[in-house]
């Protein structure tokens, strides 16, 4: 539409520039008879132009300018702005979308306990046994294995050569069911029921913390 109101002013200026008795110097616009003549001839050939852009030669340049405000104001030459589409999801939140939060806790008190005795974050109502554990003496995260207990030959030296590496511990480990065997670089415990870590004072253990997540709407 925008070419079809180019071409529409540019054919209704040449046919001014062309009309007899024009002003040749000067630059005088031309008088409003001639300029609504002109656009009168031209107006025909546009297919489906109101009628209201017919004037006669009578018409002043006033009138030739409501012609052109007309055309430009025609709902035909109106531009339609163009909606973006996109297949993508909106990254808007919907207002009941659950929000996740993370918070790190500690147990209290500490449990240790064999196999059977479920791991988590543990509380005086909730007594789970401690998976997070690490030795401040050697800095060392506590491994534990299931089902499993330390032969009476242990001691210091081989945990600190052998610690965390599986396939050399398996040396000194013996199957028994329900057992949980626990060691650092510089302790170890062979445990068969829930125990408060607090009653044995030898061991430098403590909760590492737990990540807790929670969920809000």
């Keep these: ?45 546009e297919e489906g132009r109101s009628p209201e852009l017919f004037l006669s030669a009578d018409s002043s340049e ?3 300018d409501d012609i052109i405000d007309e055309i430009c104001n025609d709902s035909r030459f109106t531009k339609t702005p163009l909606k973006l589409k996109s297949n993508s999801a909106s990254l808007t939140p919907e207002r009941n979308s659950a929000v996740i939060q993370a918070h790190r806790k500690r147990c209290s008190p500490v449990y240790l306990g064999g196999s059977f005795s479920p791991h988590g974050i543990g ?29 009476q030959s242990c001691d210091y030296l081989f945990f600190r050569n052998n610690m965390p590496e599986l396939s050399k511990l398996r040396a000194k480990m013996i199957k028994k069911k329900g057992a949980r ?32 997540v929670l969920l809000c709407s």
């Excluded at 030795?135 to 995260?141: E, G, I, L, Q």
């Excluded at 170890?188 to 430098?204: K, N, P």
């Design 123 to 151: 509380t005086n109502i909730s007594k789970r046994t401690c998976d997070q554990l690490r030795c401040t003496a050697c800095d060392f995260r506590v491994s534990l294995f299931n089902d499993y207990v330390w032969d």
């Design 1 to 45: 539409m925008a070419d079809d109101l180019d071409q529409l002013l540019d054919e209704v200026e040449r046919r001014l520039c062309c009309l007899p008795g024009s002003e040749a110097a000067g630059g005088h616009r031309h008088s409003g008879g001639e300029a609504a003549a002109a656009a009168a001839a031209v107006a025909p050939k």
């Design 181 to 212: 065997a626990y060691a650092c670089q510089c302790s170890w415990r062979s445990i068969d029921e829930l125990t408060d870590l607090q009653t044995d004072q030898q061991l430098r253990w403590v909760c590492g913390m737990h990540t807790a």
């Design 62 to 64: 006033e009138d030739l």
